[in-house]
């Protein structure tokens, strides 16, 4: 505004300088608010590619949950053995050991199991190196003996039933008539009519089950070892073994309900011909593992659904912990007279893991998230050090009083302080509301040592 043409009134100069004052006011207003947008605008910009970093991570990222400061190595189909290496460099490292007043470098492998058989190869001279450069016939002195690993592969034969009959010589048109004859009874088959014997029936459900070994691979395996035994009929075998099973199932069902100690998680699966519904619609395997802390029953049960009735059904009359993820569908479980609920650390590790592996490339790590992870490492190395110490379920509980407690309560005060400053609807966010809504459940590990 030029000075010079301002009016000597005093009540007109009041009015522009009013006028003014609105005026600025006004644009201050309309800035403050354009920040505003442009901060909300940020949010969602920031959400939709932390969104998009997830995914990509999910499709191209590995799997692994192990968390370290490097990236780790990707253990790929055809270089996994120099990837390992690389990784593993320590595998590759000899020890020393003193020996009286010299020190003598041993490979770091460790020794052959004592309970496998021995077979000796003899390495001996031939009869002409035998004889000395003074013609004499040398005499042994003694041996040297290693030990390296071999393996057999599999062997297959033909199992070849022979039943003798027997028949009384006195007695006769005894056999016509069904008379004095006697045979050797046949050996139970779990599968009537078959040739699979229970050796070759332990071999295919091991290989699928324990080893992940898919029956279409197996049929090539058997292939190459001359026998033509189809996919079709392995499947079948499967199932009349699984129906067998139901006995022993049931006795591993026992075994979880007996206490102390039930571990839940269900897991979505897709069944491609399942009667009455698509091939998209998710399926659930549901997991129980429970009963001697030591020697755990383990028992999958699949079923259509996710309803929190399933657990429910399957945990009938039991009393004890239950350990699960914050999935709603077991609250109603952990709310019944004498299970006590507990939450899962794995569960509240893998949300913080989400935020670092959807970091943008190249971003430094020391972000909220890697101290969440520090933590909860922490937390882990109390428990590691228990199990190397070989600590009874009392001592255990001790160390975790002294030690996990107090950690657990700093870990909890910082959760509850960076809340406040983390938008709610990003990785971090979402990760820590899970912690804290869970909390109570996550710290009852600390009331008894077996657990």
Same mark, same amino acid.
């Given at each position: 505004?030029?000075?010079?043409?301002?009016?000597?009134?005093?009540?007109?100069?009041?009015?522009?300088?009013?006028?003014?004052?609105?005026?600025?006011?006004?644009?201050?207003?309309?800035?403050?608010?354009?920040?505003?947008?442009?901060?909300?605008?940020?949010?969602?910009?920031?959400?939709?590619?932390?969104?998009?970093?997830?995914?990509?991570?999910?499709?191209?990222?590995?799997?692994?949950?192990?968390?370290?400061?490097?990236?780790?190595?990707?253990?790929?189909?055809?270089?996994?053995?120099?990837?390992?290496?690389?990784?593993?460099?320590?595998?590759?490292?000899?020890?020393?050991?003193?020996?009286?007043?010299?020190?003598?470098?041993?490979?770091?492998?460790?020794?052959?199991?004592?309970?496998?058989?021995?077979?000796?190869?003899?390495?001996?001279?031939?009869?002409?190196?035998?004889?000395?450069?003074?013609?004499?016939?040398?005499?042994?002195?003694?041996?040297?003996?290693?030990?390296?690993?071999?393996?057999?592969?599999?062997?297959?034969?033909?199992?070849?039933?022979?039943?003798?009959?027997?028949?009384?010589?006195?007695?006769?048109?005894?056999?016509?008539?069904?008379?004095?004859?006697?045979?050797?009874?046949?050996?139970?088959?779990?599968?009537?009519?078959?040739?699979?014997?229970? %050796?070759?029936?332990? #071999? =295919?459900? $091991?290989?699928? /089950? &324990?080893?992940?070994?898919? @029956?279409?691979?197996?049929?090539? *395996?058997?292939?190459?070892?001359?026998?033509?035994?189809?996919?079709?009929?392995?499947?079948?075998?499967?199932?009349?073994?699984?129906?067998?099973?139901?006995?022993?199932?049931?006795?591993?069902?026992?075994?979880?309900?007996?206490?102390?100690?039930?571990?839940?998680?269900?897991?979505?699966?897709?069944?491609?011909?399942?009667?009455?519904?698509?091939?998209?619609?998710?399926?659930?395997?549901?997991?129980?593992?429970?009963?001697?802390?030591?020697?755990?029953?383990?028992?999958?049960?699949?079923?259509?659904?996710?309803?929190?009735?399933?657990?429910?059904?399957?945990?009938? %009359?039991?009393?004890? #912990? =239950?350990? $699960?993820?914050? /999935? &709603?569908?077991?609250?109603? @479980?952990?709310?019944?007279?004498? *299970?006590?609920?507990?939450?899962?650390?794995?569960?509240?590790?893998?949300?913080?893991?989400?935020?670092?592996?959807?970091?943008?490339?190249?971003?430094?790590?020391?972000?909220?998230?890697?101290?969440?992870?520090?933590?909860?490492?922490?937390?882990?190395?109390?428990?590691?050090?228990?199990?190397?110490?070989?600590?009874?379920?009392?001592?255990?509980?001790?160390?975790?009083?002294?030690?996990?407690?107090?950690?657990?309560?700093?870990?909890?005060?910082?959760?509850?302080?960076?809340?406040?400053?983390?938008?709610?609807?990003?990785?971090?966010?979402?990760?820590?509301?899970?912690?804290?809504?869970?909390?109570?459940?996550?710290?009852? /590990?600390?009331?008894?040592?077996? @657990?």
């Amino acid at each position: 505004m030029d000075l010079t043409h301002l009016p000597n009134d005093v009540s007109t100069l009041k009015k522009i300088i009013h006028s003014q004052a609105v005026s600025y006011n006004t644009i201050q207003q309309n800035y403050t608010d354009l920040e505003h947008r442009h901060s909300i605008l940020k949010e969602g910009y920031d959400l939709l590619e932390e969104q998009m970093r997830v995914l990509k991570s999910a499709i191209y990222g590995r799997k692994s949950e192990q968390y370290s400061k490097e990236d780790g190595i990707q253990a790929c189909l055809f270089n996994e053995a120099e990837a390992a290496l690389e990784t593993f460099p320590e595998s590759n490292k000899t020890e020393e050991i003193t020996i009286a007043a010299h020190k003598r470098a041993k490979g770091g492998r460790r020794a052959l199991p004592p309970e496998l058989p021995r077979v000796e190869v003899i390495h001996d001279l031939t009869e002409s190196e035998k004889i000395c450069d003074c013609s004499k016939e040398m005499t042994r002195i003694g041996s040297e003996v290693s030990e390296k690993l071999d393996i057999v592969p599999a062997k297959i034969q033909v199992q070849k039933d022979i039943r003798y009959k027997y028949a009384c010589s006195s007695c006769e048109g005894a056999e016509s008539d069904g008379g004095a004859v006697k045979i050797a009874p046949a050996a139970p088959q779990l599968i009537p009519q078959s040739i699979a014997t229970p %050796g070759l029936l332990a #071999y =295919i459900l $091991t290989s699928k /089950y &324990a080893d992940s070994l898919p @029956l279409y691979r197996q049929e090539r *395996i058997f292939e190459r070892l001359g026998v033509d035994i189809s996919r079709a009929t392995m499947a079948n075998w499967v199932i009349h073994v699984g129906k067998r099973c139901d006995r022993l199932i049931e006795l591993l069902w026992q075994e979880i309900r007996s206490g102390p100690l039930v571990n839940i998680d269900e897991t979505h699966v897709q069944v491609l011909n399942e009667p009455g519904r698509s091939n998209t619609s998710k399926s659930y395997m549901w997991v129980f593992r429970g009963g001697d802390v030591e020697r755990p029953a383990l028992v999958f049960q699949y079923e259509p659904s996710r309803s929190g009735k399933i657990p429910q059904e399957c945990l009938d %009359g039991y009393k004890g #912990y =239950i350990q $699960t993820d914050g /999935y &709603a569908g077991y609250d109603v @479980l952990g709310e019944r007279d004498g *299970i006590v609920h507990m939450g899962c650390w794995v569960h509240v590790r893998r949300k913080f893991l989400e935020v670092i592996k959807a970091r943008p490339k190249g971003s430094k790590k020391n972000g909220n998230a890697d101290v969440a992870i520090t933590y909860i490492r922490n937390i882990y190395a109390i428990e590691k050090d228990a199990d190397e110490r070989a600590l009874s379920a009392d001592d255990r509980y001790q160390l975790r009083q002294e030690k996990s407690v107090p950690l657990l309560r700093e870990f909890r005060n910082w959760l509850e302080d960076i809340s406040s400053k983390t938008p709610p609807q990003g990785l971090l966010g979402k990760a820590v509301s899970y912690a804290l809504k869970q909390w109570v459940r996550l710290e009852r /590990y600390t009331d008894d040592g077996r @657990l």
